[in-house]
């Protein structure tokens, strides 16, 4: 079942520009991950933020996580039209381990 | 890094006849693989888990008669729909989680339509 939502559910920016998607979830969580999907192709994993951290960055990627409020946000600084993708946040918490998708992120670069 | 390769990337089959998806972990041993479905715009949906050595556990609402899961090895889980529908058309995915890492690595899906 899909653990919460994404917001906005699109997005449309010019390359240069920031572009922050939001995620929220339901239960306790050992970690939250991003992904990221390519029209029609599989996931790549973009970074992962245990439950115990608030914030952490790879390249032009900034995650942030409040567990209070059960959310999570992605920043992609200075984008460009090669960031074009769908953005998925995803749970991973007990049981099984298995991962529980956000509803995505669709978004656009315009170059 | 590790790697878990799909096949076949697309398939157009009739109704009525089975599809055979297949999932291989290439430079890990995977012994529990995840398949999920994904409907255009939309997210993914766990279908089921596949365990090596034993039967997989569907997700409520998957019948397990329609998707059957096989994990005979620890690098390969195939997912067969069979009887497919134009209903099953849809994107199916496998993931598996690398001994020892906390992030997961996808197939690279498989488009199915059922015509």
């Known amino acids: 079942s899909q653990q919460g939502e994404e917001d906005p559910q699109a997005l449309s920016i010019q390359e240069g520009e920031n572009a922050t998607m939001n995620c929220s979830y339901k239960?306790?969580?050992?970690?939250l991950q991003w992904y990221r999907q390519n029209s029609g192709r599989g996931l790549v994993h973009l970074i992962l933020i245990r439950s115990n951290e608030r914030e952490k960055h790879s390249g032009r990627l900034r995650v942030t996580l409040d567990t209070s409020k059960k959310s999570s946000s992605l920043l992609i600084t200075a984008s460009r039209a090669a960031d074009t993708a769908s953005y998925f946040c995803a749970t991973d918490g007990d049981p099984g381990n298995m991962l529980t998708f956000g509803g995505g992120t669709r978004l656009m670069v315009k170059p | 890094g590790a790697v878990v390769s799909q096949h076949p990337s697309r398939v157009i089959c009739k109704s009525g006849t089975s599809v055979k998806i297949e999932c291989r972990s290439l430079?890990?041993?995977?012994?529990?693989m995840f398949w999920y479905r994904q409907f255009p715009k939309q997210s993914l949906m766990l279908m089921a888990t596949?365990?090596?050595?034993?039967?997989?556990?569907?997700e409520q609402g998957v019948e397990k008669d329609k998707f059957l899961i096989n994990h005979a090895s620890l690098t390969l889980s195939t997912l067969t729909v069979t009887s497919a529908h134009p209903e099953d058309s849809s994107f199916y995915i496998c993931?598996?989680?690398?001994?020892?890492?906390?992030?997961?690595?996808f197939g690279s899906g498989t488009r199915l339509t059922v015509v």
């Open positions: 596949s365990n090596e050595g034993s039967k997989a556990t569907y």
């Open positions: 239960t306790s969580i050992n970690n």
């Open positions: 430079d890990f041993q995977a012994t529990t």
């Open positions: 993931s598996a989680r690398p001994y020892l890492t906390v992030y997961y690595t």
